[in-house]
Every structure is written in C-alpha cells, then in structure tokens.
C-alpha cells in the first residue's frame, strides 16, 4: 500500500479527535509532502541532525516533535523550533531545558516519558520517580508538561493493553494532581502496530511512522 492509502486507512479507523504523529525518521522529504498534501501537520523525528536537516529542508506550516531520546548538549539546537519534546525522561535533561530555554526566553512544552516496562534498554522514567520530577517541574519557569508520552515492551496484544492501561491510569490519576507546569492533556500511546489497543486505551496521540510511510531502511 502506499502513502495515500495508508494514511486514509488510518484516520477512517481513528476517533476524530485522536491525533496523528507521521514520524519520518529515515525518509525522504518527498514522501514527507505526499503526508503533508493529505493534511498531516504534525511530524515526528527521533534525532536532533536529521530533525534540524527536515526543519531546514521542509518548510511547511507544520508542527515537529521530537520522540526520541534528547542529549543534554543538543537543547540548544531545537529551542524555538519543536511544538512538543516529548522525551522528557530525566531531571538533569528537565534542567538543561529550563535552563536553555529561559535563555532564549521560549516555553518549552514537553511530555513525560514513562518506562512502563522497567526495561533496561529504554528510557523513560520509572513510576516511582514521577513525583520528584514533577515536583521539580513546578520550580521551573520555562518548562511544562503537557502529558505522558510511552513506549511499551514488545509483546502480545494482551500484554499491550495492560501497559496502555497502566500508562493510562498513572495519566489519569495524576489529572486529580494540581503541580504547577503540569497539565495532563495529552496521551500519547500506540505506534503503527498497535495503536487500536492504544486508543481503546485512552490514548489522544499515536505516533505512526511505517504505517503511514512503509518500512524503513
Ligand atoms: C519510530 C518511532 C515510532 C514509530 O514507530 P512505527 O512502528 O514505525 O510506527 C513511534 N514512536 C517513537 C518514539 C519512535 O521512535
């Protein structure tokens, strides 16, 4: 199937007011315009060069948010150009974008991303460190939290909808919670595999990048 099919497919299976992340890591800023003719106005990219590459070399009225993992020393490179972080995974990144930021004068709109897993390999924070950073947040001036933002271990769609489903009532529970900076808005859970389960979930944002462009090299 190809990109137009994809896509429709996508948003006829999806709750309207789901929205829908293309993320085009590793592909070409032609196939990023056929996205952008169909109506996509939010793109995903999970590393700073390339992200700064498709910023430069994709100049469109659209909205980029970054979903992989942020280095420290790369904040400088994407303040005042992404409309959502959303890997905010630890208080020393928390700081640096405070810091960064305020330095330029520019709200930063993050998401949290939780490890919902426990897994090793990923990032993310983990339940139990929610608190301190949030409590962090709210001595921050230049940083809020929009939301949750997850990526769950491989598994069985049994398995996905018990982490959808715990990622979900963290989400909600902390909605009751008034920190300053922190606003539970978004929930943004499902990739192109499993973003039904996500959104039976309560999820308010999917991330969806082969589903919409085919497979990456
Ligand atoms: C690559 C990526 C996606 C998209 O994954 P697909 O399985 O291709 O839909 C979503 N979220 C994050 C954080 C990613 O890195």
Request: net charge positive; glycine share 6%.
């Amino acid at each position: 199937m190809g990109i137009e099919e994809n896509i429709k497919k996508i948003l006829k299976d999806i709750p309207e007011e789901v929205k829908v992340i293309a993320v085009s890591k590793t592909k070409p800023i032609e196939d990023m315009n056929k996205v952008y003719d169909l109506g996509l106005r939010d793109f995903g990219e999970n590393k700073v060069q390339e992200f700064l590459y498709k910023f430069e070399n994709f100049k469109k009225d659209v909205k980029w948010h970054l979903i992989g993992h942020l280095q420290t020393n790369k904040v400088k490179y994407i303040v005042g150009k992404v409309e959502l972080i959303q890997s905010l995974d630890s208080i020393k990144l928390l700081k640096e974008i405070e810091k960064v930021y305020s330095n330029h004068n520019v709200i930063a709109n993050t998401l949290l991303q939780i490890n919902i897993g426990r897994e090793q390999q990923k990032y993310g924070v983990l339940e139990e460190d929610i608190k301190s950073i949030l409590e962090y947040v709210e001595k921050c001036n230049f940083v809020k939290i929009k939301g949750i933002m997850v990526i769950i271990p491989k598994g069985t769609e049994a398995e996905n909808s018990l982490y959808f489903k715990k990622t979900h009532d963290i989400w909600s529970n902390l909605k009751f919670k008034k920190y300053k900076n922190v606003t539970m808005e978004i929930l943004s859970m499902g990739m192109s595999n499993d973003y039904h389960e996500a959104i039976k979930n309560g999820s308010n944002m999917i991330r969806v990048g082969t589903g919409i462009f085919g497979k990456r090299n």
